[in-house]
């Protein structure tokens, strides 16, 4: 549904087109210091413009609505709302009959009887990542406050994602006309992004079901467009030989072949997983759909302001689901 979490719980609400999007998170701990300042560079990092990206700018202004009082957060369930304000609904009126290929059109039309609101994409756009970046700016903080206490200062908790392949290309020097020509072609470019989480201790986790792995890949595949999830060496490891892929104790922090988990439990290295992303749905190529209106096949060009390949906006969202679920798995611990 719209709720993760047992402890640390969150929970999302909204349409692209609607008033607002926002969050509500329950379980955070009283005492946290937060302000609407401390969201700001997270949510720019996830904010549009730039090239390849959407040109709908939205201002993004986070409005603590309850959970907050003098600066700190009082235990209470913490509520965080955003404006929408920079919408062109006229853009989706059509895509009920016209489904766009690769999209929740559809599905989504079939699953809610037809109820569901189709503007920007409704519940089911990238839109509704930035009430789940707020989310993780407060499990960042849950979790730093965390390692500190339980180190002593000594060890600093920090959740990094980064591009690492862009269109096929590992090459960043490429990136930028590989955009370029996808632009020029109307096309779109899926991407990979890496995350690095440090300062984890050892110990969070539970076998099978709530694994480290499963809790995170659970997450993480909640980000519209995502396609795949490794962590370590992943893909690679299925060619591998036991000799090569095993690690040995104490472990080599940079080999890491198992990505800091070991039987779904934390075993002290650095985190680390990929997450591969799809191609933008949305392109200006001319694409044939059915129209389900009238029955027939017709060619179908789509309108609006899109990315040209969102994963560049994705890696903040990526390290907000990650903290999510550490967040509530040391609440469990």
Known sequence: MNTFGRVFRVSIFGESHGPAVGVVIDGVEPGVKISEEDFKEDIGRRRGGARGTTPRIEEDIPEILSGVYGGHTTGAPLAIVFRNGNTRSEDYSKFKDIPRPGHADWTADFKYGGF????GGGHFSGRLTLPVVAAGVVAKKVL???????????VK??????????????DPEMWDGLIAGATAEGDSLGAVVECRIDGIPAGLGEPFWDSVESGIAHAVFSIPGVRAVEFGDGFKAAAMKGSEHNDTFPIDTEINHAGGVNGGITNGAPVVFRVAFKPTS???????????????LE???????HDVCFALRAPVVVEAMAAIVLADLVDLA
Request: net charge negative; proline share 6%; charged share 25%.
């Open 116 to 119: 569901n609101d189709p503007r």
């Open 144 to 154: 730093s406050e965390v390692v500190e206490v339980e180190t002593g200062g000594e």
């Open 157 to 170: 908790f920090s959740c990094n994602a980064k591009l690492v392949e862009l269109g096929g290309s590992t």
């Open 282 to 296: 949305s392109i200006r190529r001319p694409q044939t759909t059915q129209n389900f209106a009238s029955g027939k």
């Open 299 to 305: 060619v179908l060009e789509i309108p609006g302001r």
